[in-house]
């Protein structure tokens, strides 16, 4: 059957139809708005109630203002419509399947952003335009969202999706990206690990990784109830070291410190909030029975004898006066000393926190709830 249009064809039912009529009455003088079809032509009518509620129908004939018609088209059903009814010819997709494929090109004019070249007649300030060569833009109430080049989409404003959103088939933001996070609650499609249970269900991005990743020994994850949960690691109050066998070889920088941590298992935990010190590590000695010298470098005395009007008596008469001086001996004193001290472990620990400000992680697990 041959598909015909006419442009502005609408008018309202003269008569009210039930849900089988196929003889369709319009105010009289509105008919000759549709296409007069002969033997084989046919456009598509569209009768809407006042409720918005509408039936899709096939026009095979019209005489005047009377239009023959096929009921309950592309997947509509027949309803019954009321005087007043809208009848209109509307490009349906049967009419666009029947319409004959293009031999060459459709062009538009560009457009600009306040009057696109592709929009819609009751939005003329939405719709595709062309910016420059290569270069399309998408504009939305007169405004330019979305930019379209060779190199890409460039976006003005919030871009918002609610799937994954992928470059070259790869995510752009890979399923179990952990970042720091500054709010109490995280977005939507990641989550604050703490060592929860997940749902499998729920996060089956997050557990397809994690499932891959537990066979070769990741102990960030685990296996939760072995059938509908897993497990994620608890990041609370810790900071991040990086796996020590990247590159298939240990650094060795924290595996096998004392009191340090497995460096070459993922998901291994380990350090202290405080730290106790030995004598060992503190640095103490002890010292047993050191003797210690104490050197005196000897000292004299000099003594001034004077008896002159002491009152002694010489037998022969006079008196006896000395005024000569004797030192007396030097003398040392030769002390020796000894002392121990014993060494001894630290009492209490010391803080062993570094200068930390607090934040939330959150990890992404890939679908947006």
């Avoid at 015909?4 to 139809?17: C, D, E, Q, R, T």
């Avoid at 018609?69 to 007043?84: D, K, L, M, P, S």
């Avoid at 319409?99 to 457009?111: E, F, N, S, V, Y």
């Avoid at 008196?319 to 060494?343: K, M, R």
Wanted: charged share 10%.
């Amino acid at each position: 059957m041959t598909l015909k249009l006419n442009n502005s064809a609408s008018a309202l039912l003269a008569v009210g139809i039930d849900a089988d009529d196929t003889a369709i009455a319009v105010t009289p003088g509105t008919g000759t708005k549709f296409p007069t079809l002969a033997a084989g032509e046919w456009f598509p009518l569209v009768v809407v109630d006042a409720a918005g509620g509408l039936e899709i129908m096939r026009a095979t004939a019209r005489v005047g203002d009377v239009i023959t018609v096929v009921r309950a088209q592309e997947n509509t059903v027949g309803r019954i419509f009321n005087v007043g009814a809208r009848v209109e010819l509307r490009i349906t997709r049967a009419a666009l399947e029947a319409m004959p494929t293009l031999a060459a090109q459709l062009l538009a004019r560009d457009g600009t952003v306040a009057a696109p070249a592709y929009s819609h007649a009751s939005d003329p300030s939405s719709g595709l335009y062309r910016i420059g060569p290569g270069n399309l833009g998408l504009a939305l109430g007169g405004a330019k969202v979305v930019d379209f080049m060779p190199s890409g989409i460039a976006v003005t404003g919030v871009f918002a999706a609610s799937g994954v959103v992928s470059q070259q088939g790869h995510p752009i933001i890979p399923v179990g990206a952990v970042w720091p996070w500054p709010f109490f609650q995280a977005p939507p499609g990641w989550i604050i690990p703490f060592g929860q249970t997940l749902l499998r269900a729920t996060h089956p991005a997050l557990w397809q990784r994690a499932e891959a990743d537990i066979a070769l020994g990741n102990q960030l994850f685990g296996p939760g109830n072995g059938t509908t949960t897993f497990t994620v690691f608890d990041c609370r109050e810790r900071a991040f070291a990086f796996w020590g066998m990247a590159g298939g070889v240990s650094a060795n920088r924290l595996t096998g410190q004392p009191g340090g941590v497995n460096g070459d298992t993922l998901g291994a935990t380990g350090g202290a909030e405080r730290v106790t010190l030995t004598s060992g590590e503190s640095g103490q000695k002890a010292i047993a029975g050191a003797p210690v010298t104490i050197n005196d470098p000897g000292h004299a005395h000099a003594q001034t004898n004077k008896s002159t009007g002491l009152g002694f008596q010489v037998a022969g008469g006079g008196s006896v006066q000395d005024n000569g001086s004797t030192p007396t001996a030097p003398a040392v004193t030769n002390i020796t000393a000894s002392f121990t001290l014993a060494g001894s472990a630290a009492v209490s620990g010391h803080n062993n926190v570094q200068p930390t400000i607090i934040m939330n992680a959150i990890m992404f697990t890939g679908v947006y709830s």
